[in-house]
Nanobody
Framework: QVQLRESGGGLVQAGGSLRLSCAVF????????MGWFRQAPGKEREFVAV????????KYADSVKGRFTISRDNAKDTVYLQMNSLKPEDTAIYYC??????????????????WGQGTQVTVSS
């Protein structure tokens, strides 16, 4: 059984920063692709970022490019999302997810097999 547990969400003012963490249990972490998604109230879930198994490859949604950074520590079985210059429109529940897909083929609509429970991020104006 694979479990993903996010942490690090909270309330922050516009322009501020937060770092989300996602710990993975029950699977060899270095063998899986890790992604972050978010879902705002009344909106569909959207892709935020993805990182390759080695950590050398990353992809971002245009809306967060240059402000968010995804990283991973394979020794700690954890993936991170550093969020800087936060905007009110970044307010959402953020989910981490794991996929067996190949990084070279991953797209924002790639299927992810495992999901965390989500962590709330609220950015006030």
């Amino acid at each position: 059984q694979v479990q993903l547990r996010e942490s690090g969400g909270g309330l922050v003012q516009a322009g501020g920063s937060l770092r989300l963490s996602c710990a993975v249990f029950g699977r060899t972490f270095s063998n899986i692709l890790m992604g972050w998604f978010r879902q705002a109230p009344g909106k569909e879930r959207e892709f935020v970022a993805v990182i390759s198994r080695s950590g050398r490859g990353t992809k971002y949604a245009d809306s967060v490019k240059g402000r968010f950074t995804i990283s991973r520590d394979n020794a700690k079985d954890t993936v991170y999302l550093q969020m800087n210059s936060l905007k009110p429109e970044d307010t959402a529940i953020y989910y981490c997810a794991a996929s067996a897909a190949f990084f070279s083929q991953v797209t924002p609509t790639t299927n992810y097999e495992y999901w965390g429970q989500g962590t709330q991020v609220t950015v006030s104006s």
